[in-house]
């Protein structure tokens, strides 16, 4: 009975408090009123075109356009809240009233620049980007701008896994392209490749990457104006442009892709969709990349060329690093060995992703690119070609 007494006392003792710190935790006043936040990036130039200012230490961008992303909240369907505001003479922007939250940061200046050769002025635009977790009151943080890529086009999604099921299906890959900007762009000759998957000692030395496939939009490159996409518009290039449900339940139907990865050397069929060609006369396979690592490009197509020879007689292409305008690495392992230079993509999308899991990677937000894809892109459990995402 005694011993009882006291596990009761215990037990009651412990009730009380419990229960006394459930009510504080209820009566709690908040700390601050959410959506009140003031945010401040400091915005330094990194390309060499802008001279550091002695007493602040670092190249500031005045008049930088910035433009802040919510991940969370959204002003309509498929548009993420944003707000925009302008730098000072310091390079400072400053957003007031920002709710806490995740959210991307872009920044991006037209600056005039002295053609040599002709001594006539041209511009060149300078950009950065950068994730920030807004936490505080008052939060700042800095973003870094170096001269921007010469293309607007970039890859914005892509499938590769296979979807979830045990016949090693994993024929509706495929890779959705972006343009991220205003103003409508050509798609006439660019160049999609397959990397090498292989890792190369001298690939941040070298003025190329390598790469086993290359499959090329028809028209001519740069000069082309037959094949447009439009301003924010996404196009999704189908490895088969069918409805691969009718095979494995689980499978991706790509009927409405917008074009088709297509090998006239061997025997595949031709669905209704327009080509993106293969142009590899000793490739013999459709454009499929691996299921666990690989790295896709996107050139101009104005340059490529044939390298290595592999020890089984398989031709190797060199891409030109200089018409380069996107490439994405992947890789389930975050400690893979590069096989793609940190010039083009500093990091790894798609980790922790393993075959047939349905699974694929997309931008943070479209045309998000800090050239380093373990921070440009997070993972989705349902592919979305075409940003079909829903809200």
């Not at 003025?207 to 104006?225: L, N």
């Not at 790894?348 to 800090?370: H, L, M, N, Q």
Request: hydrophobic fraction near 35%; charged fraction near 20%.
């Amino acid at each position: 009975m005694f011993r009882f007494r006291i596990f009761s006392l215990v037990a009651l003792t412990i009730g009380i408090i419990s229960l006394l710190q459930m009510n504080a935790c209820v009566k709690q006043e908040p700390t601050q009123v959410d959506g009140r936040n003031v945010l401040k990036i400091v915005i330094k130039d990194h390309s060499g075109l802008l001279e550091t200012n002695d007493s602040l230490h670092y190249a500031p961008v005045p008049g930088a356009k910035a433009i802040l992303k919510s991940k969370y909240y959204y002003q309509a369907p498929n548009q993420p809240a944003t707000f925009t505001t302008v730098a000072d003479s310091n390079g400072i922007a400053e957003f007031k009233n920002i709710p806490l939250g995740d959210y991307t940061i872009s920044v991006e200046k037209k600056i005039p620049v002295l053609v040599k050769d002709t001594g006539d002025m041209d511009t060149v635009t300078v950009r950065g980007s950068q994730i920030l977790n807004i936490l505080d009151v008052e939060t700042i943080d800095t973003v870094k701008t170096e001269l921007a890529k010469a293309s607007d086009i970039v890859i914005n999604e892509l499938y590769y896994c296979g979807p979830e099921n045990k016949a090693h299906y994993f024929y509706d890959q495929f890779v959705e392209l972006y343009n991220n900007s205003d103003s409508t762009r050509y798609l006439d000759g660019l160049i999609i490749c397959r990397g090498l998957q292989k890792h190369k000692p001298n690939m941040d030395s070298v003025d190329y990457v390598q790469v086993i496939y290359i499959y090329q939009f028809p028209g001519v490159p740069k000069t082309g104006r037959d094949y447009p996409i439009f301003p924010h518009q996404f196009v999704v290039i189908a490895q088969d442009a069918i409805d691969h449900s009718q095979f494995v339940d689980t499978a991706l139907d790509l009927s409405n892709a917008d074009w088709e990865f297509y090998n006239p050397y061997y025997s595949e069929v031709d669905n209704p969709a327009p080509n993106v060609t293969n142009v590899i006369p000793d490739n013999s396979t459709d454009f499929m990349i691996n299921l666990v690592h690989n790295d896709v490009i996107l050139a101009d197509g104005t340059d490529y060329y044939p390298g290595e020879v592999s020890d089984h007689g398989y031709q190797y292409y060199h891409i030109p690093i200089n018409t380069i305008l996107d490439g994405v690495e992947y890789s389930a392992n975050p400690n893979s060995q590069k096989e793609l230079t940190v010039r083009v993509d500093a990091g790894f999308a798609g980790v922790g992703i393993s075959k047939y899991s349905g699974k694929s990677v997309e931008r943070r937000t479209p045309g998000f690119d800090t050239n380093n894809s373990s921070l440009d892109f997070i993972v989705l459990d349902h592919p979305t070609p075409g940003y079909s995402h829903e809200y």
